[in-house]
């Protein structure tokens, strides 16, 4: 909302106090004021002309020479380039050493050889926004009314001297899109009286009844409506001080009789609309819901399709006005028009809103009845707009109105107690300061005790609690007058929580490892949302689903993230390392929502490692992935409780997946997809884990333990051991430090050998084992007696015997 500093002076008392210093009082009372603009700032020297002589110049086709009086003591000479231009105006003058906007310094010239003494200016060049100037003026130079003075300054007749407040609104504060009620904020915000305008206006023997009448069929969308009939209309040019006010406040004037509405729109905050009666096409106003599929031409010549959730203005049989919205082409004002019929009414926003929506119109109307104008001023903004039409339109109002009204809006009345706002604001107001508060606001108060009953104006629709009188007080008194206090009790530092903090350590780890977040939708389809599942159980299914593909909450994230691959494979985004860390959803028997749980998933295809330079390449494979969260559960402490173990699982590769064990429970899985699904989302090899977080973080880390660096040295043993193909490495290493007791203190794979020159149905995995004592060297014979223990031991559990 744009507010003239100027205009708000003709409501409130603004003496000694400055447009900036107003800003901030409106800010510190919970308005936020965004800007203060002052047009005329850095602009000088520029008055009112008089064009005393105009004729062509003689070696221009284009340009006109003016002798023009400026004032002085001697008329000058200007070059003109405007079409415009004529003899007899009175016209904005830059004089020479004058400054316009964009520090533009005007000096004197000669243009083709004649002198040019000045600027004969357009509104665009003294800073006025293009799309804000008439029509009359947007090609040319700008002509004032006769009855200005010759040699004043211009700036002030343009009212370009004010300062324009931009208050940024929120939604609840609908009633400060006008200037009263803006008027009313700064008066209660001053302590000083609003000065309403004064209304009067004669009327003729004619009565609007014998002219229109009112049916309104739909009475909810439209509880209230009032016509009035002007005749004898002039339409013309508005005064300049209107078109000032408008062009203030950021609307384009057009005519007396729109730009009196607009004036009133912004004045009272309530939309009018003018039509044609000539053009209007009966003696009867119809509002009602329009047909599906009937067709309205707007104001701005566009042809609208309507729906019945659209309500009209109609003359009995064909629309002339989308409600609330905008006018008909067929009923507009124009230059002949010599009798209107004026419209006020009240529009219910949801349905306004609506109708906006479906067809992209956003107007000056539509905003405040989208947000709701105050049923009171209906009424009070015709007469007004009347009063207007009759002093600058040389209109002739009929008498009476017709209305028809089935509004029942009623002023808010809440009660709340001193106790209950100084509790709420931790304050020591007195009874008499609260009262003075509500006066201020224009409230009506009643006061018993210490309770009050307060009837909020209907220009606040906003007050309907006790939160919201208790924040009327708190800005009113000063939100800078409220002490400060602590909170109560032990406080307590912000951290993480256990689970937090591993949640952060899991997404660092992953991401140092290479891995990129993704954040995948949480539904999908029938198929997908049950594959890959941790936890088999039926899919929760959505009630209203924005589509069959958004139909099911997942039970996995595996599915959304090879979505994602096979979308960047496809646009040959070839090497691809995402990982998740979000929810699935279990349905749970008996309850009505889901349990929720939160998984952390990955995928991986392509190349691992690329050096061109060594010419080195990796490409991802099972054991990156495990290698992957091999270090997560290293960084999460819970290495020691893993295990892995071969599974087969539905769209997994049958010999390329391991399930993942904590403590003996399911985890998770690691491993290759299908080929047959490679193939259908024609992805190469790509590796996926997905783990329960839940389960995961829940684990207590092993307390951090350090071992002194050995002093004595330590003795290795290999040995490669001929097991069944069956029989697991990870078996046969448990088994191994299982046996080997203290002294044993490290067991590495190093070697699998299958092939010519071993039995069918057998397999070699060498082991490499250490051990040490920190506290002496060892003999040969403990290490011996150790290390039998060790074979004695895997021939017995699995079998193995010791390769030649």
């Known amino acids: 909302m744009f507010v003239s500093y100027k205009w708000l002076q003709e409501y409130v008392d603004l003496s000694g106090v400055t447009p900036e210093e107003l800003a901030e009082k409106i800010t510190r009372s919970g308005i936020e004021v965004e800007g203060v603009e002052r047009k005329s700032e850095g602009v000088s020297g520029v008055v009112i002309g008089y064009v005393m002589e105009r004729e062509q110049h003689p070696n221009a086709d284009k340009l006109s020479k003016c002798l023009v009086d400026i004032g002085a003591e001697e008329p000058v000479q200007i070059i003109c380039g405007a079409p415009n231009v004529a003899q007899g105006q009175k016209v904005p003058v830059a004089t020479v050493g004058a400054v316009l906007p964009g520090n533009f310094k005007i000096k004197k010239a000669k243009l083709r050889g004649e002198a040019s003494h000045g600027m004969i200016c357009s509104l665009k060049e003294l800073g006025i926004d293009s799309k804000l100037v008439s029509k009359d003026y947007s090609e040319g130079i700008f002509v004032f009314p006769t009855d200005v003075e010759v040699g004043t300054n211009a700036l002030e007749a343009l009212d370009l001297d004010d ?65 009035k009939v002007m005749k004898n209309v002039k339409v013309a040019p508005s005064p300049l001080w209107l078109q000032n006010r408008l062009m203030t406040a950021g609307i384009r004037p057009h005519n007396n009789v729109v730009d009196i509405t607009n004036f009133v729109l912004l004045e009272y905050g309530q939309p009018l609309h003018a039509f044609d009666y000539d053009q209007f096409g009966s003696q009867e106003i119809v509002v009602r819901k329009a047909r599906s599929g009937e067709e309205l031409v707007t104001l701005d010549d566009a042809k609208r399709t309507l729906t019945d959730s659209h309500l009209v203005i109609t003359n009995g049989s064909e629309p002339v006005a989308l409600a609330g919205v905008m006018g008909g082409a067929d009923s507009e004002v124009t230059e002949d028009t010599t009798t209107v019929l004026l419209e006020s009414a009240y529009f219910a926003p949801q349905t306004v809103r609506q109708a906006s929506k479906d067809h992209g119109l956003r107007s000056e109307a539509s905003t405040r009845f989208e947000k709701g104008v105050d049923p009171n001023r209906v009424v009070l903004a015709a007469d007004r707009a009347a009063e207007l039409l009759v002093q600058f339109a040389g209109a002739e109002m009929l008498e009476g109105d017709v209305v028809a009204n089935t509004l029942t809006i009623e002023p808010s009345t809440v009660r709340i107690t001193l106790d209950k706002i100084n509790a709420s604001l931790g304050t020591s107001i007195t009874v008499e300061e609260v009262i003075n508060i509500f006066e201020r ?73 290479g891995l990129n977040q993704a954040i995948t939708y949480s539904l999908t389809n029938d198929v997908k949302a049950t594959q890959y599942a941790l936890v088999k159980r039926d899919p929760v299914k959505l009630i209203m689903p924005m589509s069959e593909e958004r139909s099911n909450l997942r039970l996995s994230i595996v599915p959304q993230l090879l979505e994602s691959v096979s979308y960047n494979v496809a646009r040959q985004n070839d090497s691809i390392a995402f990982y998740e860390i979000g929810s699935v959803f279990l349905k749970e028997e008996g309850q009505e929502l889901p349990y929720e749980i939160e998984h952390i998933a990955g995928a991986l295809t392509g190349l691992w490692m690329h050096h061109p330079w060594q010419g080195e390449k990796k490409a991802v494979d099972f054991f990156v992935a495990k290698g992957i969260l091999e270090e997560l559960f290293a960084k999460l402490g819970v290495s020691k409780n893993i295990q892995y173990k071969p599974v087969q699982l539905d769209g997994m590769h049958p010999g390329r997946t391991a399930e993942i064990l904590l403590k003996d429970e399911v985890l998770g899985f690691v491993g290759q997809i299908h080929p047959e699904v490679q193939k259908e989302l024609d992805l190469k090899e790509t590796y996926v884990f997905e783990l329960n977080a839940g389960t995961l973080f829940g684990e207590e880390k092993l307390p951090l333990q350090y071992n002194s660096i050995p002093r004595f040295p330590s003795i290795t043993r290999d040995i490669a051991l001929v097991v069944n193909s069956s029989v697991l490495a990870g078996d046969i290493e448990r088994t191994i430090e299982e046996a080997g007791g203290s002294l044993l203190k490290e067991v590495a794979v190093f070697d699998l050998y299958e092939g010519e020159h071993m039995e069918e149905g057998k397999k070699s995995v060498a082991f490499s084992l250490k051990y040490f004592d920190p506290n002496r060297t060892l003999t040969d014979e403990e290490v011996v007696k150790a290390h039998d223990k060790v074979l004695a031991a895997v021939k017995e559990k699995v079998g193995a015997e010791l390769r030649g």
């Not at 008027?183 to 003729?204: F, H």
């Open 163 to 227: 300062a324009i407040l931009e208050l940024g609104l929120t939604p609840n504060r609908s009633d400060c899109l006008s200037m009263l009620g803006v008027a009313y904020e700064v008066a209660a915000i001053l302590g000083r009286d609003v000065q309403l305008p004064k209304i009067e206006v004669a009327s003729t023997s004619e009565k609007t009844e014998d002219y229109i009448s009112i049916n309104v069929e739909a009475k909810e969308d439209n509880p209230l409506y009032v016509a």
């Open 441 to 513: 606001l224009q409230f009506q108060v009643n006061v018993t005790g210490t309770t009050f009953e307060v009837i909020a104006p209907t220009r606040r629709g906003d007050i309907s609690i006790e939160a919201d009188l208790v924040e009327e007080v708190a800005r009113l008194y000063g939100y800078d007058r409220i002490p400060l206090t602590l909170p109560a009790g032990e406080s307590q530092p912000g951290g993480l929580s256990p689970y937090q903090l591993k949640r952060r350590i899991s997404r660092k780890t992953l991401e140092g490892a």
